[in-house]
């Protein structure tokens, strides 16, 4: 499955993909190594299918757990990643650094705060990928919800990611594929990854998103 295959709902509503680390693990348990979510290696299909999903799903459960508490550098090697570089920018105003639906809706309903992080990460098998997380603090818990039931439609616009110079990744062709977000009572995050270089799976890029949906504002 690649990223345009990404599953909606018939409301065009982002679905998170069903059992996602499943899905790393099949590709992992076919053959393909991949760095940072494991290799492939000899044996039954069905024995290294096993060993593999425990791997994958101990790691992104570390992961989250980790990211939860605010540990970023713990959770990037967690997952087997470098941090490259990194860059936040506090306190932006919501309505002129998003687009789309997302802008319009913000524009009636003003966010309270918008911090923004943009990091470059490597993995051991040469990939490179860049994560965007955004935290829109919102006045009410309703707003919060209609916030991220909009920004998860894709194609309804969203928070604008920093620019990619700012982390010396040029620019950056945002898809919204690799994608998760998070509510916790006013505050939405919204997580991003895009590769860079290299061709590191969707299905892995889906699970950065949700690991790093986790973290709480900085």
Not at 81 to 96: D, E, M
Not at 151 to 158: I, K, R
Not at 165 to 171: F, K, N
Not at 177 to 185: A, I, K, L, T, V
Request: overall charge positive; hydrophobic content about 40%.
């Amino acid at each position: 499955m690649t990223w345009r295959d990404q599953p909606r709902g018939k409301d065009g509503r982002w679905v998170k993909r069903p059992g996602a680390v499943v899905v790393v693990t099949g590709v992992l348990a076919a053959g393909v190594a991949y760095g940072p979510l494991g290799a492939s290696g000899g044996g039954g299909a069905v024995s290294v299918e096993a060993s593999l999903g425990k791997a994958v799903r101990a790691k992104l459960d570390r992961g989250k757990r980790s990211a939860a508490k605010g540990r970023r550098d713990v959770t990037w090697r967690r997952l087997d990643l470098r941090r490259i570089s990194q860059r936040l920018r506090r306190g932006a105003q919501c309505a002129a650094n998003s687009y789309g639906e997302v802008q319009q809706f913000l524009a009636r309903t003003p966010c309270r705060s918008l911090d923004r992080m943009l990091f470059v990460l490597d993995d051991a098998s040469g990939n490179r990928i860049v994560v965007s997380v955004s935290w829109v603090g919102m006045a009410t818990s309703r707003s919060a919800r209609q916030l991220r039931d909009l920004a998860d439609v894709h194609g309804t616009g969203n928070i604008s990611p920093l620019p990619g110079p700012l982390v010396g990744a040029g620019d950056i062709g945002w898809t919204g594929h690799n994608y998760d977000s998070r509510r916790s009572g006013r505050s939405v995050t919204i997580a991003e990854v895009e590769p860079l270089r290299g061709s590191p799976p969707a299905e892995y890029l889906d699970a950065v998103a949700d690991v790093v949906a986790e973290f709480p504002r900085p």
